[in-house]
């Protein structure tokens, strides 16, 4: 893995820091001349496996907020070219960085155009970093991270002036909605922490009118001051610099903001930013992309090895968990063998303690069969002549003279002969017909085999017929079909 460096740019020299983001390190510096730049393309041939990132801290800047309507894809990066082409034509390090969008009558994007507008100081050094063929990052500017600086710090997101310290001056940066929008560096007097503080608040009120008269703000808003500064230099300011007319202080203590962010204190705010940005990255950047095509590829290559690792790692835990699936399967299963193997041994014991036909199993399924099939096929009369003794209850008069019970394998029947007291044959008629009812309501189902009047058609049904002193009972017979026995 290659190893990572920071380059800081001003308009003296280039210093080269490496180190984790808490305790960055110096390890060079690079003077703006032949000698440094020579001297740097020396160290660049010594590190070819590095990749580097550079934060340029200039005074030339270019700072544009532009209003577009909602686009996307080709049509959008043509239109910001164009006014990128348009605001900054003399220089190629530009770059537009998305404000978010506004929802008025129509969908608008506000966009930051940027630009860093004296390449001359920047390009000797690119140059070096594209003849050596090392991963270059991207070219990335104070303002860009001073939003975030601002947000980390809980400082006013919606509009504020943040102000810090840096060896070429004062970095006067404007954030509006967490995001910078304006900066520019200042020189400042050398002198006492009076003249520091004297001169903090001029460059503030100064800042504000010119902002002002740019449209940047309104006129009469209050701003909110914030300079972020060494610890000695905290009660000069606060002293110099009450809050009057707009403008309102509040003054911020450089080392307790490091420490805030688990970084290492600093007396300017340069390691403060370099630290931001060895963290994480802005995407938009200055720099030409060709430039940085290096720098995405072995990205690309990375996040592709990632992703193959992730895979290979997803596939070697669904393996294993599959082979466990198996072995407990196979656990499982010889645990059922060996309880049946068991089963059949105590089987086999107790076949050999039955004597007869027990001992052959096939001998004693069959005879278990026959056994059930002649369970089923017994049958018992008591049911049926329990229901038979309940029709009798409803019909008193019949008298029953013989029973015949018989059993099969089509069933059972039960045939019943009886009599009923001689009367007349309508009256007889009635009687046989309320025994039918009230052997129909036992569920029985009744066959007639000879009916107590004879009904053929040469004999007519007449009142008088039978004399009741001296006729004998007529007779019936019937079969009776009991319910079959479940």
């Known amino acids: ?165 840096h060896p070429q001056g004062l970095r006067e940066s404007l954030v509006q909605e967490g995001e910078a929008v304006f900066s520019r560096l200042t020189r400042l007097p050398d002198g006492s922490l009076a003249e520091l503080a004297a001169g903090i608040a001029s460059e503030a009120h100064k800042l504000h009118r010119y902002l002002s008269s740019q449209g940047w703000i309104d006129r009469d808003e209050r701003l909110t001051v914030c300079p972020l500064l060494p610890p000695q230099a905290v009660e000069a300011v606060r002293a110099a610099c009450p809050d009057q007319g707009a403008l309102c202080f509040q003054v911020e203590d450089l080392f307790s903001a490091a420490e805030r962010l688990e970084l290492r204190p600093d007396s300017d705010a340069d390691a403060l930013f370099l630290s931001l940005l060895a963290r994480r990255r802005p995407r938009p950047q200055f720099a030409p992309v060709a430039l940085c095509r290096d720098h995405e590829a072995a990205r690309i290559r990375s996040g592709l090895i990632a992703a193959g690792l992730v895979i290979f790692l997803s596939g070697m835990l669904w393996m294993g968990r599959a082979w466990q699936i198996a072995s407990e399967r196979e656990e499982q299963t010889a645990r059922l063998d060996a309880e049946a193997a068991s089963h059949e041994a105590e089987y086999a014991n107790l076949a050999r303690e039955v004597s007869g036909p027990a001992q052959d199993p096939e001998s004693l399924r069959l005879l278990l069969t026959r056994y059930d099939e002649l369970q089923r096929q017994q049958d018992s009369p008591m049911r049926t002549l329990g229901e038979l003794s309940h029709a009798l209850d409803a019909v008193p008069a019949a008298q029953l003279e013989k029973l015949h019970w018989e059993s099969g394998r089509a069933g059972s029947t039960l045939a019943v002969e009886g009599r009923l007291p001689a009367t007349e044959p309508r009256l007889l008629m009635s009687r046989f017909e309320q025994l039918l009812r009230a052997l129909g309501n036992q569920g029985i189902r009744t066959e007639i085999l000879t009916q107590p009047v004879d009904l053929g058609p040469d004999k007519p049904l007449r009142g008088g017929d039978l004399d009741q002193d001296t006729a004998p009972a007529p007779d019936f017979k019937l079969r009776l079909y009991g319910k079959p026995t479940s």
């Open 1 to 165: 893995m290659p190893s990572r460096h920071l380059l800081l740019l001003d308009a003296r020299e280039l210093t080269l820091f490496s180190g984790p983001p808490s305790r960055l390190g110096e390890v060079q510096r690079f003077s703006q001349d032949e000698a440094g730049q020579a001297a740097f393309q020396a160290w660049l041939a010594a590190h070819p496996d590095t990749e580097l990132s550079l934060l340029a801290n200039l005074s030339e800047e270019g700072f544009q907020v532009e209003t577009l309507p909602y686009l996307r894809g080709r049509d959008r990066q043509a239109v910001l070219e164009r006014k990128l082409a348009r605001q900054f034509g003399g220089t190629p390090l530009t770059l537009a960085q998305s404000l978010g969008h506004r929802h008025s009558h129509r969908k608008e994007e506000r966009v930051l155009l940027a630009a860093l507008t004296r390449p001359a100081l920047v390009e000797p050094w690119l140059a070096a970093i594209r003849a050596a063929r090392v991963r270059f990052a991207g070219l990335y500017g104070i303002a860009q991270l001073t939003g975030r600086l601002c947000r980390q710090l809980g400082l006013p997101r919606e509009r504020c002036l943040i102000l810090t310290l």
